[in-house]
Each structure stands twice: as C-alpha cells, then as structure tokens.
C-alpha cells in the first residue's frame, strides 16, 4: 500500500505510508485524501505524541492498515 507522491490534502507535505493509514483508520477506511499527522492532529485536537501512541495501540492489535 505504498503510494509515492502523495500529498497531505491540508498542508501539501508529502506522506508517510503511516500518515495515509492514520487517515484511514481515523477519517475513513475508503477515504481518497489524506492528511499528514499534524493536520490529522490539528484536526481531532489532539497532540500528534498522542495519535502515534493509538497506532502503536493498533498496530499491536494487528491493525491490517498499518
Ligand atoms: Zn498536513
């Protein structure tokens, strides 16, 4: 699920297969955009230090998006 080129929808920061998983598992499974962790963050109002603690968590659930 590796997608070159892709670009955060809000700040046009290229992604992180991480980032375009976080969208999905936060925004939208089929979600099409998507958005780099501090938008994502921004977005929840939450700290980014806390989203990658919740995809440690999912990741270690065994969380296929990731
Ligand atoms: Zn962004």
């Keep these: 699920m590796m997608e070159t080129g892709t670009r955060c929808l809000k700040c046009q920061r290229a992604l992180k297969p991480v980032e375009i998983g ?3 598992k ?3 499974r089929g979600a099409k955009e998507y958005y780099c962790l501090s938008c994502l963050a921004d977005e929840f109002h939450v700290s980014e230090e806390l989203l990658l603690q919740k995809i440690e968590y999912f990741k270690k659930q065994g969380c296929t998006l990731f």
Excluded: L, M, S, Y
């Design 22 to 24: 976080a969208t999905k």
């Design 26 to 28: 936060f925004i939208n």
